[in-house]
């Protein structure tokens, strides 16, 4: 009777509880969440990155810069402009995927995306540019809301699955997206037998690759529109839970306070209560402001790197076109999603979450450090070195944040992911608001500076780089970074006492992975 009464309750009107039957019944590897979950949060990422390679050439356009040591300037800012849109309503996203669901907050991005994309790629001005990247920045909140779906869609034994399917679309976008650009950027002066300059794209020499991106965001709208709710809405089924095992149990009113503060001690021990603050939630705390530190060191190569390959020899640069960038960022996706999809999980399952980004933080450090000797190769065995530096530099980063997405979501419950992301996100975003910034003034402040005795050049760059580098392992280390106790690492056999303890109430409201 109970099993029977169960399974009714499951059947109700709630998106969770499907999701959770079809978890227990679907053992397999989950193909079509993985799909969706990279598809969503490729959208997303796009267009973060899709602009540097031409961002050098796209702020020289608008002559803005008074002098080509300027550009980088002005370009750091164009960057930062979308972290500081993100920074400001990442948090509020959040609330609206705990409260609504995450079905909404991933439409309404998708739907951000194909627009105002869409308006970048026309932008006559300096100013146009900078409002419409900052409005893709604060209208789209799919990262956050993604990170805590990955972790609820999926099995427990493979949310590292499903988490390193948004760490790795994520890293593929910030690596295809400057590919697209590298390559579909100025038409008319790269493919004049296809693109005339009077045409469209040669009167907008940036909206080809914007204009690709918002087709793929339409089609990550309409794939979105089948995506299973996860979110659990059980107040209706609270009640009437309380109901049946008054009747059917005969409980009294002590039998059922003591219930209740059995029920309260449970949830305390496998997750944070709903009620605790998620300040107060050290391991998600700690989690964060490492994940914002390596954030920061990321977002700060990549406009870094971008603008320092395209840059003149005479300034330190390379001198690349933006089909050489977009060229050594494609083998650079390649070379990562082989390695997240083949190797990450079982790296991950040998090492845990905080090893592994403590390693790819060591290996980092080197690697950052043979940039400026990289540049001094020319012809074919420059960009071979290049891309295989960039490819391991590139899969450090990936792991090392699909690490900390992992502890951030074992640190709360599921009625607190979407707000905890949300911060996460925030902080990040403000971080990754200075990163842009920071690196295009200190790439421009370089470039004056070639013949000092110090670090000359691009060499004062990469050792700002490394420096944020080893701070962020330095905090991977005890005791700040703490690990979170993941309710699904108590036994079997305890769950079934508790559970047994507890009542069918504790089974229907917090229904967890078998």
Not at 270 to 282: C, D, G, R, T, V
Not at 362 to 378: K, N
Not at 459 to 464: C, K
Not at 479 to 485: A, V
């Amino acid at each position: 009777m109970e099993e029977g009464l169960l399974k009714k309750y499951e059947e109700e009107d709630c998106p969770g509880c499907k999701v959770e039957q079809l978890k227990r019944s679907n053992t397999g590897i989950p193909v079509k969440p993985v799909l969706f979950i990279s598809v969503v949060t490729l959208c997303a990422s796009l267009p973060i990155s899709s602009l540097f390679p031409f961002l050098y050439f796209m702020v020289r356009d608008f002559h803005i810069a008074e002098r080509e040591e300027d550009i980088s300037y002005y370009a750091g800012y164009l960057g930062s402009s979308f972290m500081l849109g993100r920074a400001l309503t990442s948090i509020l996203w959040g609330i609206i995927a705990d409260r609504y669901g995450r079905k909404p907050v991933v439409v309404i991005g998708t739907i951000t995306v194909l627009i105002f994309n869409t308006l970048f790629g026309l932008s006559t001005n300096y100013w146009m540019a900078i409002v419409t990247r900052f409005l893709i920045g604060s209208l789209c909140g799919i990262i956050g809301t993604m990170r805590a779906y990955a972790s609820e869609i999926c099995r427990k034994e493979y949310h590292a699955l499903g988490i390193s399917a948004v760490s790795t679309s994520w890293g593929i976008g910030l690596v295809i997206g400057p590919a697209i650009g590298g390559y579909l950027a100025q038409p008319a002066e790269k493919y004049p037998s296809i693109f005339s300059k009077e045409s469209l794209f040669g009167r907008f020499p940036y909206f080809l690759p914007c204009l690709l991106i918002s087709v793929f965001a339409l089609a990550a709208t309409v794939m979105s529109c089948w995506l299973p709710e996860t979110l659990h809405k059980h107040n209706k089924i609270k009640k009437d839970k309380n109901n049946f095992q008054d009747a059917v149990e005969g409980t009294s009113d002590e039998s059922n306070g003591l219930n209740v503060s059995q029920n309260t001690n449970h949830s305390e021990r496998i997750a944070p209560s709903s009620q605790k603050s998620l300040l107060k939630n050290w391991p998600l705390v700690s989690s964060i402001i490492v994940y914002c530190v390596f954030q920061l060191h990321d977002i700060a190569y990549l406009e870094i790197f971008s603008l320092w390959a395209v840059s003149p020899r005479t300034l330190g640069g390379l001198s690349f076109t933006t089909s050489d960038v977009g060229q050594v960022l494609a083998i650079t996706g390649l070379g990562l999603l082989l390695f997240q999809l083949l190797v990450y999980p079982l790296v991950e399952r040998i090492t845990g979450p905080v090893m592994i980004s403590r390693i790819g933080a060591v290996l980092s450090i080197p690697l950052l450090a043979s940039y400026p000797y990289i540049a001094l190769l020319t012809g074919f065995g420059l960009s071979i070195a290049l891309s295989c530096a960039s490819m391991l530099k590139n899969i450090l980063s990936v792991s090392i944040t699909t690490g900390l997405l992992i502890m951030q979501n074992r640190a709360v419950s599921q009625d607190q992911r979407g707000a905890a992301n949300g911060i996460s996100m925030s902080s990040m975003s403000l971080f990754k608001t200075i990163g842009p910034a920071a690196g295009g003034s200190l790439l421009s402040w370089s470039q004056r500076r070639q013949d000092a005795d110090i670090l000359p050049g691009d060499q004062l760059v990469f050792f700002a780089l490394n420096a944020i580098e080893l701070l962020g392992l330095l905090l991977t280390l005890r005791p700040f970074l703490q690990e979170p106790e993941d309710s699904d690492n108590i036994p079997k056999s305890k769950h079934n006492s508790l559970d047994q303890e507890n009542g069918m109430q504790e089974r229907l409201v917090n229904t967890e992975l078998p």
